[in-house]
C-alpha cells in the first residue's frame, strides 16, 4: 500500500493528512498554541477530590481541571512523589534513579482520598485530550515514547510487543536492551524494533533518556502548574508511530517544517530522508492533492460506498453511541445465490470504507453497525473476519465482536482526541435576510483587482469557490480575460473547494492575503 503524509500549515494550524493508495485516510489538526497534547508531561496541583469518583481533579493550567481517576495513579505512584518531592528541593540532584529508593506499591483496589490530599503537586501525562466540555484526562503512570521503544521509570522489566512472533528475536531484543538500558527503567519494545539494528536501538534510548533528563531540569526550574515535557509535534509523532517502506511521499508545505522532518528521518532512516518535499506553490496543498474535496464527500450523515453501485453509508451520532447503517441503495432483492453473494460484497466494501471512517473522523465509544442481512453463517464470518482485517490498520485500540442474531458488529474503539466533525452543508444565502448579488461580487473583485494593481507590481492569484471558478474563466471572453485587457496584468484563478459561494481572497505572489470578502 502506497502511503504518503501530506503536511500544510496556514494560518497558525497544522494539518496533516495521511493518503493510502490517494485517499484519505486519516486527518490531523494541531492549533500552533495547543498545549495540551496527550503524551505532554506536567506538574500540576490537586484542586479536590472526588471521593464517590474515586478520584482528583487536578489544576494543570487548563480552564476545566483534568481527571486524575485512581486507577490511573499506578502501582508505583508514591514513588513519582518522592521523586517529585525531593527533585523540587533540590535533594535529587540527578535525573539517574539507579539508588533511588522505590517506594511501597499502592493497594490497586485502594482509595484515593488515602493516597491524595488537597494541594499535592503530582507529576502527571496527558492521557486524552480536552473533549467538548471535559478537561484533560491524566495518569502519573510516565512512559516516553521513541521510534522503537517505550521508556517507563521506576520499572525495572523489559517487555516486548505481542506482535513480533520470532523466538530468536525476542531474545536478540531482550539481551541486547538489557544490556544498555539503565537501572530504574523499565523498557517496552515496540513492533518496529524488529529486525533493527544495535545502533538504531541505542540511539532510540540515548533519545528517551535525554527526554527524561530534560524533564527533571524543567521540573526543578518550573512553577505549579506547568509543562515540563512536551511531545513531539504532530507531523514527527505520526512518523515516529506509522512511518514505515510503504510511505513513497511527505510533502509539507512550511520549510522549517520540512527541515525538522528531514532531521528526524535522519535518525530513524537516512536513506529515506529525500522523500521528505517541499512544495511551493500558489495552488494549496491540501488542494492539489484533492483532500479538500475529499473531506466534503467523506463527512456527514450520508456517505457513499465505493464501486458499489449506489450503495451509501448512514452515520448517526447519539451522546451514548454511533450508529451506521449500511444501505445497499436498493440494489439487491433476497433470495437467489447471485444476490446473496452480491449482498456480502457490499457489505465488505462497507466494511472498508467504515474502517477508514473510524480512522478519518476519529469516532470512539461505542459504535454499533447494521450490515445488509445475511442468512449464510460462512458470509457472516467472512464479512467479521474481513472487517477486523481492515481495522488491523487502526492504531487507536479497538475490538470488535461477532456478529449478533439481528446481523449487528458492534465496537468498542479508544478516542483520545474530540471526535473530527466537518460540516459538509453551507447556509442557503437566500434563506432569510438579503445578501450581496453575485453580480455585484464580481463587479466588487474587479474594482479591488484594479486597486490592488496599481500598488502591486507582481502576480495576483484569485481564490474562489468552484462554481465561481468555473463563471469566471468560461469562454474565450471570459471575466478573466476582459481583466487582462482591461488592466493588462493576468490574473490567475484558483478555484477551493473548501470556500462558501460568494467567499474569495486575492493573494500577491508572496502567498500574502491583500484583500478578500466572506458572505
Not at 493528512?17 to 494541531?30: F, I, M, Q, T, Y
Not at 516516553?144 to 517487555?159: A, C, H, Y
Not at 536478540?172 to 523499565?186: C, H, Q, V, W, Y
Not at 492533492?289 to 460506498?305: A, M, P, R
Request: aromatic share 8%; proline share 4%.
Amino acid at each position: 500500500m502506497k502511503k504518503e503524509l501530506i503536511v500544510s500549515h496556514e494560518d497558525d494550524l497544522t494539518k496533516i493528512a495521511l493518503l493510502e493508495d490517494g485517499r484519505l485516510c486519516e486527518l490531523h489538526e494541531e492549533e500552533d498554541k495547543n498545549d495540551f497534547v496527550v503524551g505532554d508531561l506536567f506538574i500540576g496541583k490537586v484542586k479536590k477530590l472526588a471521593p464517590n469518583l474515586n478520584a482528583a481533579f487536578v489544576n494543570i493550567g487548563y480552564d476545566k481541571d483534568a481527571f486524575l481517576h485512581y486507577q490511573d495513579l499506578g502501582p508505583q505512584y508514591l514513588t513519582y512523589r518522592k521523586f517529585l518531592k525531593d527533585s523540587v528541593s533540590k535533594k535529587q540532584t540527578s535525573s539517574g534513579l539507579k539508588n533511588f529508593e522505590i517506594q511501597p506499591e499502592i493497594d490497586k483496589n485502594g482509595t484515593v482520598d488515602k493516597i491524595i490530599a488537597k494541594d499535592d503537586i503530582v507529576l502527571l501525562q496527558i492521557t486524552k485530550e480536552p473533549i467538548s466540555t471535559k478537561g484533560p484526562r491524566i495518569s502519573t503512570q510516565i512512559s516516553l515514547t521513541g521510534r522503537f521503544l517505550v521508556l517507563i521509570p521506576f520499572d525495572n522489566k523489559v517487555s516486548i510487543s505481542k506482535k513480533i512472533s520470532s523466538s530468536e528475536e525476542k531474545v536478540r531484543l531482550r539481551t541486547l536492551i538489557d544490556s544498555i538500558k539503565p537501572e530504574g527503567f523499565g523498557v517496552i519494545i515496540r513492533t518496529v524494533a524488529e529486525g533493527k539494528k544495535v545502533a538504531d536501538l541505542h540511539n532510540d534510548m540515548n533519545q528517551l533518556i535525554q527526554k527524561w533528563e530534560n524533564t527533571f531540569k524543567n521540573i526543578q526550574k518550573n512553577k505549579v502548574p506547568s509543562k515540563v515535557l512536551s511531545e513531539d509535534d504532530k507531523a514527527s509523532s505520526i512518523l515516529r508511530d506509522n512511518f514505515n517502506q510503504d510511505f513513497v511521499n511527505i510533502i509539507c508545505d512550511d520549510e522549517q517544517m520540512v527541515e525538522e522532518m528531514k532531521n528526524y528521518l535522519e535518525v530513524i532512516a537516512p536513506e529515506r530522508k529525500n522523500i521528505v518535499q517541499f512544495y511551493d506553490s500558489h495552488i494549496p496543498l491540501l488542494e492539489y492533492y484533492n483532500v479538500e474535496k475529499q473531506l466534503k464527500q467523506s463527512f456527514g450523515k450520508h456517505v457513499n460506498i465505493p464501486s458499489s453501485k449506489g450503495a451509501y453509508l448512514v452515520i448517526e451520532h447519539t451522546e451514548a453511541l454511533h450508529v451506521i447503517d449500511v444501505n445497499s441503495g436498493n440494489n439487491i432483492t433476497t433470495g437467489n445465490t447471485a444476490n446473496k453473494e452480491h449482498a456480502l460484497n457490499v457489505n465488505k466494501m462497507a466494511a472498508t470504507e467504515i474502517a477508514r471512517q473510524l480512522r478519518l473522523r476519529d469516532m470512539g465509544g461505542i459504535i454499533v453497525v447494521d450490515f445488509i442481512d445475511m442468512t449464510n453463517p460462512e458470509h457472516r464470518k467472512d464479512l467479521y473476519e474481513h472487517f477486523r482485517t481492515e481495522m488491523s490498520r487502526d492504531k487507536a485500540r479497538h475490538k470488535i465482536l461477532p456478529p449478533s442474531k439481528f446481523g449487528l458488529i458492534q465496537i468498542t474503539r479508544q478516542r483520545n482526541r474530540p471526535e473530527k466533525q466537518i460540516d459538509t452543508k453551507e447556509e442557503n444565502p437566500n434563506k432569510d435576510g438579503e445578501i450581496v448579488a453575485p453580480i455585484v461580487i464580481v463587479e466588487r473583485m474587479g474594482e479591488t483587482i484594479r486597486t490592488i494593481m496599481q500598488k502591486e507590481k507582481g502576480k495576483l492569484f484569485l481564490h474562489v469557490h468552484p462554481f465561481v471558478e468555473a463563471y469566471l474563466t468560461k469562454g474565450i471572453k471570459s471575466i478573466q480575460m476582459k481583466w487582462f485587457l482591461k488592466y493588462k496584468k493576468w490574473v490567475t484563478i484558483i478555484p477551493r473547494d473548501s470556500f462558501k459561494y460568494l467567499e474569495y481572497k486575492i493573494y500577491n505572489s508572496n502567498k500574502e492575503e491583500l484583500s478578500g470578502y466572506s458572505n
